[in-house]
C-alpha cells in the first residue's frame, strides 16, 4: 500500500511521540525521581499520573467538541503538543540536588497533559488524512512504526547515561532533551501537511453550542447503538491492556524477586516487547484488510487472555521474555484497530467530539485493573493470583465486542 503525504505524515507523529511513552513515562523519570533525598518511593509518580489522566479525560470531550470547528482542530493539536514538548525539555533543568521534587512533578503532570491532549485530536485527524477501507493499515502501521522509532532516542538517551554514569543525573536530563528534539522534529509534517477535513461550520456562541452539543450527544448515545456498545467492550478489555502494560514488570518482579531481574534485564523486556510489537502491527493491519478489524480485536483479546494464563505458571527469567514476545504480539494491533474500527463508525465531522469519549473510556478503564490486582494480591497473599484477576474484564469486553458487526455493515446501523 502506498502512503500518501498526509498518511505519512500522521505516522510520522505518532513516531515521535512514542519516545515519550518509552523514555519519560516507562523508564528515565521514574529513575530520576527516585534520586531525590526526601521521595519515600517512586511508585508514588503514579499517583500524579492518574492526576493528568483525569484532567485530561475531563477536558478532551469539552475541547473536542469545540475543536470540531472549522480550522479549529489542529490549533488544538499544536497547543497540547507544545505543552508537552516545552515541559518535557524542562524536566532536563530540575535536578536532585535542589530536593525540590514538586517542580519535577509538575513539569511532569503537565508534560502528560500535554502528551495526552494532543493525542485526542491526533487520533481524530484519522478521518482526515485517509479512507475507510485505508484505516486499519494506516493506523496500525502508526503504532508499528511508533514503537520501532522510540527505540532510536531511547538508545541514543542510553548510551549517555552508560558513558556519563548510571547514578548520575546528568545524562538522564540530556535523556529528555533528546525525547523532546525527536518528539519535536517529527511534530513538523503533521503541521505542514495535515488538514482538517471534516468540520462543523462556524456558528454564533461556539462555547455554549458546543456545551449544548456534547450534552445531546452524550444524553443521546443511544442513536448511535454500535458506539456505545464499541465503547463499553473498549472500556474493559483496554483496561486489561493497559493493566498488563503497566503491571507486567512489577508482577514479574514480585514473582520471581529483584534478583533475578536487574535494571538491564527489565530493560531487555521492554525492548522486546517493543521489537516484537512493530512487525506484529503490521500483521494485524493486513490481516484486518482480509478478515476485518472486529475480528483482529477477538484474536488480541484471546491473545491477553492466554498471556495471563502463561503469567500464572512463569518460574524463570527466560519465561518473561517469552511473555513479554507474547504481549508484544498483540499489544500494537489492539491498540491500533480498536482506533481504526471507532474511527469508522462515528461521525467524521464530530470526530474530535467522539474521540474525547474514546479518551474517557481509555484513561478511566486504567484505574481498576491494577486495583483488582492489588487487591487480588492482599487478599490472597500470593501475587501469581493477580494476573488471573483480570481475565474477567478481557472476557467481559470479548462477549460485548461479539455484539458488534463488521465494518462493512456498521454505517447502516449507527
Known sequence: MKLTIQEKSWILYDCGNSAYSMAVTTSLLP?????????????????????AS?????????LGTIADYKDTKKRFFIFFALLGLLTTTSLAFVSPENGNWQILVLFYILSAIGFSGANVFYDSFLVDVTLDERMDKVSTRGYAFGYIASIIPFGISLGFIYFLGMDKVIGYQLGFIITSLWWGLLTLPIIKNVHQLHFINPEPRPV????????????????????AIFLIAYFFYIDGVDTIIKMVVPYATSILGSDSLDTFTLLGILLVIQIIAFPCAIIYGNLAKKYSARLMIIIGIITYIISCISAFYITYTWHIFVLGALIGSAQGGIQALSRSYYAKI????????????????????????PAVMAFSTTLTGNARYSILSIIP?????????????KEHIVRDIV
Do not use: H, W
Open 31 to 51: 529513575i530520576v525521581f527516585g534520586m531525590f533525598d526526601n521521595v519515600s518511593s517512586s511508585m508514588d509518580l503514579g499517583y500524579f499520573n492518574s492526576i
Open 54 to 62: 483525569i484532567i485530561i479525560a475531563i477536558l478532551s470531550p469539552i
Open 208 to 227: 455554549q453550542n458546543s456545551f449544548i452539543r456534547l450534552k445531546s450527544t452524550f444524553i443521546n448515545i443511544k442513536k448511535y447503538k454500535t458506539v
Open 346 to 369: 462515528i461521525p467524521k465531522q464530530n470526530s474530535n467530539e467522539f474521540f474525547g469519549f474514546y479518551n474517557i473510556f481509555g484513561k478511566f478503564s486504567a484505574i481498576i485493573g
Open 393 to 405: 474484564l478481557f472476557i467481559i469486553g470479548l462477549l460485548v465486542l461479539i455484539t458488534l458487526p
